[in-house]
């Protein structure tokens, strides 16, 4: 059989077809300088983005059970964290401001350490006034690898898909606004995948191609098919599944999916076909290659995620609803559309609840109680109902959670960090509650985890 290193050894001069942008973690450690940087995102003009490091997208890379390290320094002039998003990681270092650690001034430095448990596609971004950090550009992609995958696919490309609110001069518009928060969030106005328009990619004829994709928008839903060939999910949020082969694919933001595919003679579209016309994601050309056709759909290393036991598990239930924006200034903002909740000096905006509970806020200093209190070891289903007229991807940290059903639609049962549920769809996962903490529940569609729709439950 051909493998990466048979093909390799053959042709020198081909031998490197890595992650572009990726930086390997050397030795583990990796230093991270949330500051201002310029990229260029619209033609002829640049806009002052904030980042990581100087490549957008940053992709970084470390292998699966070793220690990890990333030395934050904040350079930017309001306070920051780094929440790493999917990593069942111990709760002090999973980036919540108050809950988990202090938030990290401007100056001042810290050191997240940990051992990523699962290999997979995962990404880190900062979990205060997320909605303009996220939106200026803060976030890295965190490809965790296992020594046993290293062969299996010639090309493994990174496809983030994030869009910006920019003005015609390439300098930021608002990143939030009522209407927006209220409704299925505030979109960008330019959409990039990997910065560019779409991702330009390459891979070797007949080789087996990876495609992390990543929606890293803050609000934006895309569903994942692709044109020219036969593709396969092989991972959700990172976690390997049985290949599925892929049609559409939904993507809220903050959800992976990893696609493989045989690099046919002729180049290879990965669309977005939401809308009424397909868009271009990632375009996948060719290189020539004497490579035979080879074999089935490489598979991934098994899941480490313990299985929840479905017979003893206690089931909960959660419901998303609006928040407590009464009726008379509904149709008061709706006739003024001008007027933002600012100008009336409401104290916060809160347009969405858990279980008729609204948490809102920019970062999380005032705590309420939680939203359920879970045994450590015990299995846990959450039904999750969204009774609201927009779709929410609802994230819990520090978990991972197998989807058992859709009430409205038949689904492949997967792991997952992040499960997207339409209006009236009731949604159920499961999973073991190993994990002692505090640990943020919320949509990431991020305006609605700042106006109410987020809160936290304890393991303990
Ligand atoms: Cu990716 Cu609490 O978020
Ligand atoms: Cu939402």
Redesign the pocket.
Known sequence: MWTRRHFLTGTAALAALPLPFSVAAASGAIALEARERSLSLLPGTTTPIWSYRDEWPLVVRTPRGAPFRAQLTNAVAEHTTI?W??IRLPNAMDG?PYMTQPPVGHGESFAYEFMPPDAGTF?F?P?CN?VEQLGRGLAGVLVVEDEAEKDLFLADHVVAIKDWRLKPDGSFDVFSTDKGAARAGTFGSVETVNAKPHAQLDALVNGWVRLRVLNLDVSRIVVLALDGAEGFVIATDGNPLPPVPLKAWKLGP?MRADIAFRMPRQAVRLQNVWGSKPELLAEIALIESALPGIGPVPTLAPSQVPEPDLKSAERLTFDLTAGHVSPALEAYLKDNPNVTLDQLCLPQRTFWAINGRSWSGQDHKLKPPPLAELKRGRSYVFELFNGTPHPHPI?L?GHTFRVLRYSKEEIVPHLAD?VLIAPKERVEIAFTADNPGEW?M?C?IIEH?ETGMMGYVTVA
Do not use: S
């Open positions: 929440h998003h999917g919540v990404f971004h979990h997320t903050a994230h940290h992040t943020m919320h990431h985890q």
